[in-house]
């Protein structure tokens, strides 16, 4: 566990849904639900056939590279997005390293254990977490955001994401969802014109690969090279990485952009449904555009309480730097389901 200031950085959603909680319907977990598909899983056990070979990242390099119109030396293949921030924790010599928050932990807690005395820019309720980019330190020579960030849900403009890069500074953009949000709208990736730009992404959220560990950094040659050096042999497994090259070919990318605007939808359905919870006192931060919603209400630890006895699992906020124990995250579900889950709600708020 790692805790700074109380916040309890080591935390995430899987916790709600692990022993007790797996009977849960879980709105914790910003997995898409009913994912992997059965494309996808048959395409990953048809791999197995070649597991005594070394695993060889060559094809499934190229397919992330082609995906976003980069040459290959600009991509970098990771056990999920969480081995990257470890790579560059560990790789990259900084000296003074700012997390803009509420945000992913992860990023702050491999900085932290890699060494780094770590500064924090916290945006704020009342600007609807959107990013304030002069609040983050003209001195800061790595910045790590998320875009559309977790847990806020908020989407922040690239080109003032873009407008953090300065000589001598690591811009680290963690897009692990941008591919829920229809048309990829705001997306740094693939982009070349921005000095010191790496960005994340993860394959685990929209195809439910959790259990895999798939995802990959784009990012110039050298820090590539830099980030593969701090990398043991053969980090990513070979039915890995026929899953990576299978979900960045066009049908995976025509699935995912469908995908993305199904989510809006049920995104919208699951805001209305809260609307009317207003005079209850609970607020939905920001604007949401990712696969996730956050909002506020008093006394929300016994809500997620009672929320868990009537069959829910949500996302406590209060691990998040930025948030304390009145916020909760929920993923976006089918109507089905959210309107199964308003209805425990409402008898959550009543007690």
């Given at each position: 566990m ?8 080591r ?5 709600e ?5 797996r ?5 914790a977990?910003n997995?898409r639900?009913?994912?992997p ?5 048959e ?9 005594a070979?070394y ?11 082609a ?6 030396e600009?991509v ?5 997005a ?5 790579l ?6 900084v000296?003074r390293p ?14 932290r254990?890699?060494g ?11 600007d609807?977490f959107?990013l304030?980019?002069?609040a983050?330190?003209e ?12 847990p ?6 690239a ?8 000589p001598?500074?690591?811009?680290v953009?963690?897009e692990a ?5 229809p ?6 990736a693939?982009r ?5 730009l ?8 929209t195809w439910?690969l959790?259990g895999l560990r ?8 050298g820090?590539?090279?830099d980030?593969?050096?701090?990398q ?9 990485l026929a899953?990576?090259e299978?979900?960045?070919g066009?049908?995976a990318?025509?699935?995912a ?9 049920d ?14 006192g609970l607020?939905?931060a920001?604007f949401?555009?990712g696969?996730?919603v956050l ?16 069959g ?8 998040f730097?930025g948030l304390?124990?009145?916020w ?13 889950f308003?209805?425990a709600?409402e008898q959550?708020?009543?007690?």
């Amino acid at each position: 566990m790692r805790t700074e200031n109380g916040h309890d950085l080591r935390h995430h959603g899987d916790a709600e849904v692990r022993d007790d909680g797996r009977t849960l319907v879980d709105l914790a977990v910003n997995v898409r639900a009913d994912t992997p598909p059965a494309w996808l899983r048959e395409h990953i056990a048809a791999s197995l056939g070649g597991l005594a070979a070394y695993p060889d990242g060559r094809a499934a390099r190229a397919a992330v590279a082609a995906r976003h119109g980069l040459p290959v030396e600009r991509v970098l293949l990771t056990a999920g997005a969480a081995e990257a921030f470890v790579l560059l924790a560990r790789a990259l010599k900084v000296r003074r390293p700012v997390v803009v928050h509420p945000q992913f932990t992860e990023p702050e807690a491999a900085l932290r254990d890699a060494g780094h005395a770590v500064g924090r820019v916290l945006l704020r309720e009342e600007d609807g977490f959107r990013l304030d980019p002069a609040a983050v330190p003209e001195d800061a020579d790595l910045v790590v955001i998320g875009n559309p960030t977790n847990p806020t849900s908020v989407l922040h403009p690239a080109d003032a994401i873009a407008g953090l890069a300065r000589p001598g500074r690591v811009l680290v953009v963690d897009e692990a969802f941008m591919d829920a949000v229809p048309g990829e709208s705001e997306a740094l990736a693939g982009r070349v014109d921005v000095p010191g730009l790496v960005v994340l992404r993860s394959l685990t959220k929209t195809w439910g690969l959790a259990g895999l560990r798939i995802g990959y950094v784009l990012a110039a040659p050298g820090t590539v090279e830099d980030l593969q050096r701090a990398q043991p042999l053969w980090p990513v497994s070979a039915p890995a990485l026929a899953a990576a090259e299978a979900c960045v070919g066009p049908r995976a990318v025509a699935e995912a952009a469908h995908a993305a605007h199904r989510i809006a939808a049920d995104r919208a359905h699951l805001l209305g449904g809260l609307a009317r919870f207003a005079p209850a006192g609970l607020r939905v931060a920001g604007f949401a555009q990712g696969p996730f919603v956050l909002i506020r209400l008093k006394r929300a630890s016994a809500v997620r309480r009672r929320l868990r006895d009537l069959g829910y699992a949500v996302r406590r906020g209060d691990t998040f730097p930025g948030l304390d124990e009145e916020w909760l995250r929920l993923a976006v579900r089918d109507r089905a389901t959210t309107d199964g889950f308003l209805r425990a709600l409402e008898q959550a708020l009543q007690h």
